[in-house]
Structures are given as C-alpha cells and as structure tokens.
C-alpha cells in the first residue's frame, strides 16, 4: 500500500503525500516560475468552467421563469457542467498546495491564518453593526464593503502582521461610513 492508503490523512495532507511521492519519482516542478504559470492556467479553467455553469443555470431559470419544462440534455448539461467546474477547482487548489510545498510553506498553517484574520475582521464588523444598531444584511454593498476594510485594517494594525511586499502603509479607515 502507498503513502496516500490511510482515510485519517485530510484532503491538503493526502495532496502533500502525493506531491512527495511525485516528487520521489522525478515528476515534478522545480522552478517556482513554472508553478505560478501552471495556476494561472489552471485559474483560467476553473473560470471558465465557472462561467459555462452560469450560462446553463440562467438558461434553466429563464425556462423555468416562462414556465417551460427544461429539457432533460440540459439537466444532463448542468450536472456535466458542475462536475467539470469541480475538477477544475480541485487541481487549482492542487496546485496551489503545491506551490505551498515548493516555497516550504504548509498549507494548512497558512489557511489558518486566513482563517483567523477573517474571523476577527468578521467579529470588527458584527461587533460595529451591534453596537451601532445596524444590520449588515440590510447595509448596501459599498458601505459593507467599507466597514471589511476597515475591519480588515484594524486587525492587521492590532495583529502587527509584517508590512506587505509593496511596503504599503496601513491607516485606519476612520470616515464616517453611514
């Protein structure tokens, strides 16, 4: 049995196994130039495969708007169409995972991370709507968009992330987003 037998191994750790073993086997990217190129590829397929689904599903709403009984091909065409998108989205983030593994970074230690920072940015805005009397869901779209940027600015102020590569200066978004 390989590496990869075990059913205890989450999904990003069976990838790193499988990365390895690849690796062990001289299949492989060695060059992180190459890698990026491959997600960029691989980003471009799960879009479009993201945008083949939409049109289905808006073909399928509009049939069902006017009453139209949807053709089983279609139903056939969208179960098709989400099953691609699927697999699309599954080798980018096996490439993504890959990329982690070459610059010696662990991926679920990253996504925590991601996780962690858009908890508190997500506590900073449920805890301005409360004590504001305000309801997110009923906020329109430019002023949420506001209050995760200024959420997402002050945690980064109280968590003393490192500065960003492009050397970026962080300031509080202090306006008056009502």
Not at 118 to 133: F, M, P, Q, W
Not at 144 to 162: D, N, S, V
Request: hydrophobic residues 40%.
């Amino acid at each position: 049995m390989n590496k990869t037998g075990s059913g205890s191994l989450s999904s990003i750790e069976k990838s790193l196994t499988l990365l390895e073993e690849l690796s062990s086997l001289g299949i492989d990217y060695t060059r992180i130039k190459d890698l990026w190129s491959r997600i960029n590829e691989e980003l471009a397929e799960a879009k479009a495969a993201s945008e083949d689904l939409a049109v289905l599903k808006s073909r399928i709403a509009l049939m069902e708007g006017n009453h139209q009984e949807v053709p089983i091909q279609d139903q056939v065409d969208l179960a098709k169409a989400h099953q691609v998108l699927e697999r699309e989205l599954g080798d980018l983030l096996f490439a993504i995972i890959d990329v982690c593994r070459l610059l010696q970074v662990h991926p679920c230690t990253a996504l925590e991370a991601a996780n962690k920072r858009i908890e508190r940015s997500l506590d900073y805005v449920r805890t301005y709507c409360s004590k504001e009397g305000l309801f997110p869901a009923l906020l329109d779209p430019k002023t949420l968009e506001k209050l995760w940027q200024e959420g997402q600015r002050i945690t980064y102020l109280k968590h003393k992330a490192p500065p960003s590569p492009e050397g970026e200066k962080v300031i509080p978004f202090s306006a008056d987003i009502r």
